[in-house]
């Protein structure tokens, strides 16, 4: 068969007519599915169900705190030295919060924006500028484009963005911030290599510029291979920035996504920094969620092994995406796609100026799919290619009529242009 850019006229024809009659029929099965967001199974909640008698007993930790009083702002130890051992930091670094790591995000580029970081004058009143790696997460620009915050797209690869591009920009000194997804990106996949992550330490940059390290899918790993956390925070202080670093993770795709716990890891300066402005607004996290996740999950390895039975649910699910797209696109040559080693999501590249078009075609036929741009700051996609697949909440019955659904209206408009 040839490929879509390869047809005569007439084969064109041919294939539009071919595309409408299979779109035809995807209107006519009626569906009505879901692949917005990327949400873990009811089947992946299962999994924690455990945690629902926990914990038992008391309510009194190892090292005796009485998690149902107040206090405690660090979070408790026995689950800050799992997760410490987890993401390769020390205890002292890492404290263990409430149920999102999105709001720690949050919180802490509104101290930035309140009381400026580490000595340096708050950002209010000044132009604040963020690089954002795209395509990226659509709620760290939604944080941003609510906060004021100018938005500045660079090129993510698959090892991390541009860095000509980051060090060039990061020079100007209202560059404050930098949103990345190092393990697993959403959506791309990408992994940040250590040559990249040294240069975005290392690069000269403003005295308060901070990187959001947000590490959300350090262990979600797709395959056997269960790559490491990289050693960001030793890396920063070796280059004499110890405080450019803020790690952000949660239990959210472990255990429960609402009722998980968030985890934020940085340099003692940055902690105490952060926990000063915290200590007016809480009088403490939520110890008792801190000790049923501590009992659940006993050890590092009991979060291993737990993460590695999500990996059986969710790799037949890419490996489904990945063949339907294979068998249905890759004949006539329309769309790329990277089949991730882990995280949540698979990043469609469609044919130019026709991303937005699939998606309405889509929702048409019963499918919802994440709107198009989502990816980029304030929704701009520049090239309209770019589809978030989100494949872990369906089942596979479902997920299969939703992949086949999204490749007819892919197909569909392709054919069009
Ligand atoms: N960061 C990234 C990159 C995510 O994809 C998500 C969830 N979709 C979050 C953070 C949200 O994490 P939390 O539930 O801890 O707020």
């Known amino acids: 068969m040839p490929t879509l850019s390869e047809m005569s006229d007439a084969e064109r024809a041919q294939f539009r007519t071919e595309a409408e009659t299979a779109y035809a029929e995807l209107q006519q099965a009626g ?8 949400k873990p199974a009811a ?6 169900n455990a945690l629902l008698e926990l914990p038992g007993g008391k309510g009194i930790a190892d090292d005796g705190t009485d998690t149902r009083n107040y206090g405690g702002q660090l979070g408790l130890l026995e689950l800050r030295a799992i997760f410490a051992e987890l993401l390769g930091v020390e205890v002292d670094q890492l404290i263990a919060q409430d149920n999102a790591s999105l709001a720690l995000m949050h919180d802490l580029v509104v101290q930035g924006i309140l009381y400026g970081f580490g000595g340096n004058p708050p950002w209010a009143g000044q132009k604040v500028k963020f690089l954002c790696p795209v395509p990226g997460y659509d709620r760290h620009f939604a944080i941003c484009e609510h906060l004021g915050i100018e938005m500045v797209p660079v090129e993510l690869g698959p090892h991390g963005p541009d860095l000509d591009q980051v ?13 990345a997804v190092p393990m697993y990106a959403n959506p791309s996949g990408a992994i ?3 040559a990249t992550t040294r240069a975005l330490v290392e690069m000269p940059a403003a005295p308060d510029f901070r990187i959001f390290w947000d590490n959300a899918y350090a262990f979600h790993h797709l395959t056997a291979d269960e790559h490491p956390p990289l050693d960001v925070l030793g890396m920063a202080a070796a280059a004499g920035n110890p405080d450019r670093v803020l790690i952000f993770a949660s239990t959210s795709k472990i255990t429960f996504a609402g009722a998980g716990v968030s985890f934020l890891a940085s340099s003692k300066a940055n902690l105490t920094e952060y926990l000063s402005h915290v200590a007016v607004r809480s009088i403490g996290p939520d110890k008792v969620n801190h000790l049923r996740h501590a009992q659940f999950f006993g050890d590092a390895e009991g979060v291993r092994t737990l993460m590695r039975q999500h990996r059986d649910q969710l790799a037949p699910k890419f490996a489904l995406v990945d063949e339907i797209l294979t068998r249905r696109l890759r004949p006539v040559g329309v769309g790329e796609w990277e089949a991730p080693e882990g995280g949540y999501f698979i990043n469609l590249a469609v044919p130019d100026g026709t991303a937005t078009r699939v998606v309405e075609l889509a929702k048409a036929a019963g499918v919802a799919l994440t709107p198009a741009g989502a990816a980029y700051p304030y929704r701009k996609d520049p090239r309209d290619r770019h589809i978030r697949i989100a494949p872990s909440f369906p089942q596979l019955p479902e997920l299969e009529q939703a992949i086949e659904g999204l490749a007819t209206c892919v197909l569909l408009a392709a054919s069009e242009r």
Do not use: F, H, I, N
């Not at 569906?31 to 990327?38: C, I, N, Q, V």
């Not at 089947?43 to 924690?48: A, E, G, I, T």
């Open 31 to 38: 569906l009505k599915l879901d692949l917005t967001r990327g």
């Open 43 to 48: 089947s992946q909640l299962d999994l924690s």
């Open 167 to 179: 060090r060039e920009l990061a020079a100007d000194p209202s560059v404050k911030g930098l949103w």
């Open 192 to 194: 940040y290599d250590e």
